[in-house]
């Protein structure tokens, strides 16, 4: 069996749920979450945010903030139900369009101020002096882990990877998002040895 991949940091550090199926359903029982991973959770939930024809489908009339991440967010969601699904076509169409608009949210502070201010409070300091650290701590916990998720499945159910599995479309995503990501060196090696060299080897 190839290796699994995962960023190296304590499970203990997130603030965002852990991947599972549940991810955008899990609420936690209320007292047992901390402020900031109540927040997170709120988050996840703009994916449910109700949209009109033209806001969701042209992107007009959205605010710079909370629901233009809530529609990224349910890109986000659709793609991740249909890869659950093996619905591949599906997933890679939502997978698309979350990436083609993410850059523009991902570069402004502006936005995740706004999505600070609304969904963790004012209160929350730690946030509100670098807004784009929220967007780290986005990319880094809730899209490259579950890549990680993915591509950790796929090479758990099959014996022989094909240089067009499914595993490595996750790794290239992986690959995509380490410019937005904020990682140790330690934690790029262990997201792209594992994969990298089982490519390397397919190809001899």
Known sequence: ?????????????????EITPDLYSITGPPG?????????????ALSNTAFSFRERFLGRGLD???RELG??????????????????NRADFFWNQFYERFGTVARSSLAWKAVIAEVFGKTNAA?????LQLCKRFVNEV????????????IQETDTLSLDDRAFVHFAYIEKLLGWADLSKESEASLLKP???TQ???FE
């Open 1 to 17: 069996m190839e290796s699994m991949i995962a960023r190296c940091v304590a499970r203990s550090e997130r603030i965002f749920p």
């Open 32 to 44: 047992t979450l901390s402020h900031d991973r109540q927040a997170a959770h709120r988050l996840l």
């Open 64 to 66: 710079e903030g909370p």
């Open 71 to 88: 529609r990224l967010l349910l890109d986000h969601r659709l793609a991740f139900e249909a890869e659950m699904a093996a619905e591949h």
């Open 127 to 131: 946030f509100l002096d670098d807004p």
């Open 143 to 154: 899209l490259i882990d579950t890549h990680c998720a993915f591509y950790n499945g796929r």
């Open 195 to 197: 994969p990298a060299l």
């Open 200 to 202: 390397a080897r397919l």
